[in-house]
């Protein structure tokens, strides 16, 4: 009896899932019916209407691809615009996993413009070896700014990026000792959680120092200098992944405390104007500089991607006639490269120069006009790696900055939703479902484990280069692959600007 209980209930069950499985038969049926109704109807996409219903998984599969090529389909260096390469090294890198690879190198080494470190003969020994000396910028500033990394966040506005984000980067700029720049959006409470040092960068649409019409409001600019954590300000005059156009943030990001911190109103596509109404002219540009450097009392530059490079021999022109206190206390040069949550495509892909043709030309040209020493120059734009760095150093700037590489210790995969407000990985979204996956107090050690295994990995090369310190690698240490195959000096392929 007990068994045939048993069979009944069974048989009663295996009624209901048939049962269940026609209605769900019937359903996907009359779903895909109309499906088929309505994409023959309509007249918008043409492979829906050739293709009813499964003309619908191209859009699918398109939105997929972004997410499966990097896995599946694209070789270690193929991937734009990171490749899997790189990406994983910053990856094993912030977790403080093993980083040597086996076998050999998957990089090309006979490419045009591959940079290839010409090692010593007679390396740095662990003894030899010492610690980045602190470089002065502003030296001639009431508050001058001595950091000792050459490594920091590049500038990454909340706003773009989630709340808890910009609180991981800031507690893992504090624990590497790095400063973190703020971005045009303003300064946010997250910009200070972690108490780490600050560059505060002035767009041109000057969030979180502007009046009304969007004017620079001169009180809150004194007010923001008042805080010691805030050590630099940086005027905005242009950015690599949209020379030419302001800032964008979709309206769907604007919220009640991103409209606060900005001064503009809630839900409406925030959009900063393409330069300062103020600035039109070299004359008028190291006016600005001075009176925001007068009112803070600490070092003021600016922040470009280069055009034309005659612009840099009449501002340094400019800056002579004045004499050497009125230039910007530094430059960050921004690469045609760069990334950015929101820009055009034709801005991003044609407009620009990159930064291994631009920094050379930059650093030649304040060397050529005397004033190399009085302006320190920052390095912006796709370097995420040891060797980036080192050959940005040797080319002769001061300082570099990045900020997709501080993205991917944050654990980013590249899947290219940043203007979107559907980052998987909670970096750029202001979802708080996708917010829930990434935790300030684990992502900020890694923030510092990537700094602290970059500088360690620009290390290696100039020791292996025969210096004790990467700020003494220079253009004789690099070489680059030229057309031929053959590689030729740093120093003989940018040879000094008389």
């Known amino acids: 009896m007990e068994a045939a209980g048993w069979m009944g209930t069974l048989l009663i069950l295996a009624q209901w899932l048939v049962a269940l499985f026609v209605l769900l038969l019937i359903v996907g049926l009359g779903a895909v019916i109309a499906m088929y109704v309505v994409d023959k109807r309509q007249t918008r996409h043409t492979i829906r209407r050739n293709f009813p219903v499964i003309g619908r998984f191209r859009y699918m599969f398109e939105h997929l691809g972004e997410f499966f090529r990097q896995y599946f389909y694209a070789m270690d260096r193929e991937e734009m615009p990171f490749n899997r390469s790189q990406r994983s090294w910053v990856y094993r890198a912030a977790k403080n996993a093993d980083r040597t690879i086996a076998f050999g190198s998957t990089r090309d080494l006979t490419k045009n413009g591959t940079i290839i470190f010409a090692n010593s003969a007679y390396p740095h020994q662990e003894e030899e070896k010492t610690h980045p000396e ?84 001169e009180g809150k600019l004194r007010q923001l200098a008042s805080d010691d954590r805030i050590k630099m300000f940086e ?4 950015q690599g992944a949209k020379p030419g156009k302001g800032g964008i943030l979709p309206a769907i990001k604007v919220n009640q405390e991103i409209a606060e911190i900005r001064g503009i109103p809630v839900g409406k596509d925030s959009i900063s104007p393409n330069r300062h109404p103020e600035i039109k002219n070299n004359e008028e540009l190291l006016d600005f500089i001075e009176r925001v450097r007068t009112i803070t009392g600490k070092p003021t530059g600016i922040k470009f991607v280069m055009g034309e490079p005659n612009w840099i021999d009449e501002l340094v022109a400019a800056i002579n006639a004045r004499g050497p206190s009125s230039a910007p206390d530094f430059i960050t040069l921004d690469s045609a490269d760069g990334g950015t949550g929101a820009s055009p495509q034709p801005l991003m892909d044609y407009v620009g120069l990159k930064l291994s043709e631009s920094l050379p030309i930059l650093i030649d040209k304040l060397a050529a006009g005397g004033i190399k020493d009085r302006i320190r120059v920052i390095a912006s734009g796709k370097m995420i790696t040891p060797a980036d760095v080192a050959w940005a150093l040797a080319i002769g700037a001061d300082f570099v900055v990045s900020a997709r590489g501080f993205m991917f210790s944050l654990g980013c995969i590249q899947a290219m939703q940043c203007n979107k407000n559907t980052c998987p990985t909670g970096v750029t979204t202001h979802d708080k479902r996708l917010q829930q996956g990434l935790d300030p107090a684990d992502k900020s050690v890694r923030v510092a484990n990537y ?14 280069c025969g210096v004790s310190d990467p700020r003494k690698l220079n253009r004789r240490h690099a070489r680059v692959v030229t057309h031929t195959g053959d590689s030729v000096s740093l120093a003989e392929h940018y040879p000094p600007m008389n």
């Open 235 to 238: 005027i905005k005059l242009s």
């Open 451 to 464: 700094h602290k295994f970059l500088e360690y990995g620009v290390n290696i090369i100039a020791h292996s």
């Open 134 to 217: 602190p470089v002065t910028i502003g030296a001639d500033c009431e508050q001058p700014y001595s950091p000792t990394s050459y490594f920091h966040i590049s500038g990454m506005s909340y706003g773009a990026l989630s709340p808890v984000a910009v609180t991981a980067l800031s507690k893992g700029a504090k624990l590497a000792g790095c400063w973190l720049n703020t971005g045009e959006g303003g300064l946010s409470p997250y910009h200070l959680a972690g108490d780490c040092d600050i560059v505060f960068q002035i767009g041109t649409a000057k969030y979180g120092v502007r009046t009304g019409s969007g004017a620079l409001h």
